[in-house]
């Protein structure tokens, strides 16, 4: 069965691209099965010519000691919508729905969603969040419509114990 129909989860009036892009830690996240057990998440963003975005995703797998995963999905601005939604292809020619429904106003932390409310990121731009912090956002995303029984914090661990290929700014 479908639940009912929810409206579409408000997009934040507009990001600059290159303000928003560099290195964002996750703070929060709504875990997929793959990623269920993630340490130390970074995602990574750079601008290419063609106004596609190169991202990187890595984290440690199952501890903070856990080896080092990676993933490069290609983000696609949609058009209309002042840099806010995006596709993300992790695989030919499927794309996920990528929200930027709320952004600070120095871009130090942002919320990205879907409309679906299946997954959730809390992302900024440092690795740490006071737990009052937390607990705001989270309760924005609650505000969205999102079931909190999966949502959770990701565990962030800085410095690491082994290096890490650097991510460029």
Same mark, same amino acid.
């Given at each position: 069965?479908?639940?009912?129909?929810?409206?579409?989860?408000?997009?934040?009036? +507009?990001?600059?691209? %290159?303000?928003?892009?560099?290195?964002?830690?996750?703070?929060?996240?709504?875990?997929?099965?793959?990623?269920?057990?993630?340490?130390?998440?970074?995602?990574?963003?750079?601008?290419?010519?063609?106004?596609?975005?190169?991202?990187?995703?890595?984290?440690?797998?199952?501890?903070?000691?856990? +080896?080092?995963?990676?993933?490069?999905?290609?983000?696609?601005?949609?058009?209309?919508?002042?840099?806010?939604?995006?596709?993300?292809?992790?695989?030919?020619?499927?794309?996920?729905? !990528?929200?930027?429904?709320?952004?600070? %106003?120095? !871009?130090?932390?942002?919320?990205?969603?879907?409309?679906?409310?299946?997954?959730?990121?809390?992302?900024?731009?440092? %690795?740490?969040?006071?737990?009052?912090?937390?607990?705001?956002?989270?309760?924005?995303?609650?505000?969205?419509?999102?079931?909190?029984? +999966?949502?959770?914090?990701?565990?962030?661990?800085?410095? +690491?114990?082994?290096?890490?290929?650097?991510?460029?700014?």
């Amino acid at each position: 069965m479908f639940g009912p129909k929810r409206d579409p989860i408000p997009l934040v009036p +507009e990001v600059d691209l %290159p303000r928003f892009m560099g290195t964002w830690y996750e703070i929060g996240f709504t875990p997929i099965f793959l990623v269920r057990d993630a340490h130390n998440g970074v995602e990574h963003y750079e601008l290419n010519d063609d106004g596609t975005i190169a991202t990187t995703y890595q984290y440690r797998d199952g501890a903070f000691d856990g +080896e080092l995963k990676t993933d490069t999905p290609k983000g696609f601005v949609e058009p209309g919508t002042n840099n806010a939604l995006w596709g993300m292809q992790f695989v030919w020619p499927f794309k996920g729905e !990528y929200r930027i429904v709320h952004l600070e %106003p120095d !871009y130090s932390v942002t919320i990205i969603a879907r409309n679906k409310r299946d997954y959730v990121w809390l992302m900024a731009r440092e %690795p740490d969040m006071s737990e009052a912090d937390f607990e705001r956002y989270r309760q924005m995303i609650g505000d969205m419509g999102y079931d909190l029984t +999966e949502f959770k914090r990701h565990p962030q661990q800085w410095p +690491e114990s082994s290096p890490r290929p650097p991510l460029t700014d």
